[in-house]
Each structure stands twice: as C-alpha cells, then as structure tokens.
C-alpha cells in the first residue's frame, strides 16, 4: 500500500485540511477502481467499511492478488468532520454557504468534447484512452477558490479515469440500497445483489451533479454527442447507501467490504475465480419513481412502516400529531414498493421528507435526490 497525502486550499492561517489517499496494486497495470468514503462526513457506517476495506485490500496485495489499482479514500471530507455546531456533528453541507458536500461537482463533458472533436473513431478502446485524457484534463482546469470545492475537485481529479467508482454513504435510518445510471442497470444490480441491497434507484440526471453522476454522465453524454464514434460508457459510479446512521457493527462492516471486494474480482481488479452470484433481494427501479413522504404540517411523528417494509398503494406509513389540536394526520403510500428509508428526527416541520418508498408507478421529473 502507498500513503498519499493531498492539502486542501486552507480556509484561513494555521487551519489545515489533509485528505489521504490509500492505493492498493501497480499503477497503470490494469483496471483501475476509486472508493471513497463519507463525503458526507456524519455518515459514519461509510468510515467503518472503509476501515474493513483497508484491511482486506492489503491482505490482497500481499498475497499477490491485486490484478489492478484500488485508490480508497478512507474519509472524503476532512472539512466536515471538523464542522460541529452545539455538540451537533454538521457534516452534509458546508457551514461556509449551506452548499451539500454531494452536489455542484464539475461538469466535465463540454470541456472534453472540445478536446476530443474529430478524433473519435470506431476503435472503442482507443476512443476510451483519448476520453479519460481529455476527461482527465477537464478536472485539472476545474477552479477552487474555497476549500470545499478544492475538496470536490480533488475528489474528482483522482476519481474521473477509473473504471470503478463507489461512493459509500448512508441514510438517516434506511436498509441497504444503491443509486446509478440507468444505462449501467446491470451492474447496478450485480453489485446490489453482492451488497444485499433492498433497493437499486437508477436516473440518468438525477439533477445537482452528484459526485457519482459527475463521473459517468460524461460518458454517457459524450456518447450521445458522437453518435457516429464508439464511445463505451468507460466508468461505472455508484453511491452506495449503507443502511442508517447508527449501523456502525464490525461483522456488516466486514461483510460490506467482502462485498465489494468480490464486485472487483468479478470485474478483474482482484485475481480468483468469482463466486456464484446471490440471489437479488430487488430489481432495478426508476428513480424518478421514488416517492417522498412529506410532512404537510408540523408535528410529532409516529411511524407506522419500517425501512425494508414492502408496502401497497394507500398503506399508512406514518401519523403526524399536531400538538395544539391533538389531531393526528395519517401520511399514506400513493404507491407500492418497498419503504427504504426514513427518517430519525420524530419532530417534523411543514414540508419535511419523512420517508421513501422505491415504487414504480410514479414520474417524478427536475431534482429528484433529497437536499
């Protein structure tokens, strides 16, 4: 394993922000995967597996069975995990503007079509070498005036040319699910079915250019702007939701790694023969299709369905008691799935996302990711 260490653009004189970048196998051997872990920096499961990950990947290497280079960052956001507010751990947005950790990273496909003009042709490998450069020198001229989007554009510099790349995260109080592109469904599914996901949400703009997006919608919109090329969609990214907050346990941390471990050994980062495939727990559903359930008022929330609920159309999922009339208001289902995630604060105001339901019947259209 080699240790890099990456100083953030510091927010003011003798304040530092490091990020560490641990790297697994031979550069420029094969296959290449990037994981990162809590971007949002109070996601603390994500900081767990990354610690399990750690560990088995240096096993692997010393056994001689890294095929490929991993990069882990075993914490994305060392600005976060700094941010503490009344002893209240702030680590989804930047105390600096409010802006989310996971949102605005660069949009990198304008600036690589420029580059790459009249130089696509029908060699799919070759057309994939010339993107990643061009992808690769769009992230370079990314700007950074502030530490936060000095963090993002690292972040992305070091993802953007991998094949591979998993943003581990997690829910308030949720099961195990997944968030891709809707072209890389398959895969989506192959690593939710190792992961036990309960669900596997898919969009290809899920709006906000999320970190996993602003890696592998360059090349799908890149495909799109040279039709006439080969253009393969040359990095698979995935955020990668690990339950709820308080799930911090060694043996799913363990196992969540052993997971992903054998999702890269399927795709010939790690030497081995793969194991059978588990059986899928869900298939695939259109993001758009998610349903919130959303607070129309405030008040005491009591709920009525669990994360990992299968649910029907009119079931109830939660009641809302107003404490000045003591009228509870019962929050339904407008369709069936399964209920993935909820929240943990039990007092809601107006307009707060209690819940989600990953159904199939809804079109949701614009921003479709919680704030």
């Known amino acids: 394993m080699q240790t890099q260490t990456l100083t953030l653009l510091p927010p003011a004189p003798g304040t530092e922000h490091r990020l560490t970048v641990l790297r697994f196998g031979a550069p420029g051997g094969g296959r290449r995967a990037y994981i990162q872990a809590a971007l949002h920096a109070d996601e603390v499961p994500a900081l767990l597996v990354a610690q399990a990950l750690r560990r088995q990947l240096q096993a692997l290497e010393d056994a001689g069975s890294m095929l490929g280079e991993v990069l882990l960052v075993p914490y994305a956001n060392p600005q976060g995990l700094a941010q503490h507010v009344l002893d209240q751990h702030q680590g989804r947005f930047d105390l600096r503007d409010g802006v989310n950790f996971n949102r605005g990273y660069g949009e990198l496909a304008d600036s690589a079509a420029a580059a790459l003009q009249g130089r696509l042709g029908a060699d799919a490998a070759a057309n994939q070498a010339l993107i990643r450069t061009a992808l690769r020198a769009a992230a370079e001229r990314l700007p950074a005036e502030h530490t936060a989007q000095d963090l993002k554009r690292r ?74 090329a080969a253009v393969p969609l040359g990095c698979f990214a995935v955020t990668v939701e690990l339950r709820g907050e308080a799930d911090t346990d060694h043996a799913l941390a363990e196992g969540d790694a052993a997971a992903i471990v054998e999702f890269l050994r399927r795709r010939g980062l790690v ?77 809601a105001t107006p307009g707060a996302r209690l819940a989600k339901i990953a159904g199939t019947t809804l079109r949701r259209s614009g921003k479709l990711l919680s704030p």
Request: charged residues 15%; contains cysteine; glycine residues 8%.
């Open 155 to 228: 972040l992305l510099q070091l993802a953007v040319d991998c094949d591979i790349v998993l943003d581990l995260h997690c829910d308030s109080q949720a099961v195990l699910h997944l968030y891709a592109l809707t072209p890389q469904a398959g895969l989506a599914a192959e690593l939710g079915a190792l992961l036990g996901a309960q669900a596997v949400l898919l969009a290809t703009e899920s709006g906000d250019s999320p970190f996993d997006e602003a890696c592998s919608r360059p090349w799908l919109q890149l495909q799109q702007r040279f039709a006439d």
């Open 271 to 347: 030497a081995g023969a793969p194991a059978p495939l588990p059986k899928a727990l869900c298939e695939p559903t259109p993001l758009a299709g998610s349903e919130p359930v959303n607070a129309p008022h405030a008040g005491v929330v009591v709920f009525r369905a669990q994360p990992g609920d299968r649910v029907d159309a009119g079931a109830a999922i939660a009641d809302l008691v107003d404490i000045d009339s003591g009228q509870a208001t019962t929050l339904c289902a407008q369709s069936a799935g399964v209920l993935y995630a909820r929240s943990r604060t039990r007092w």
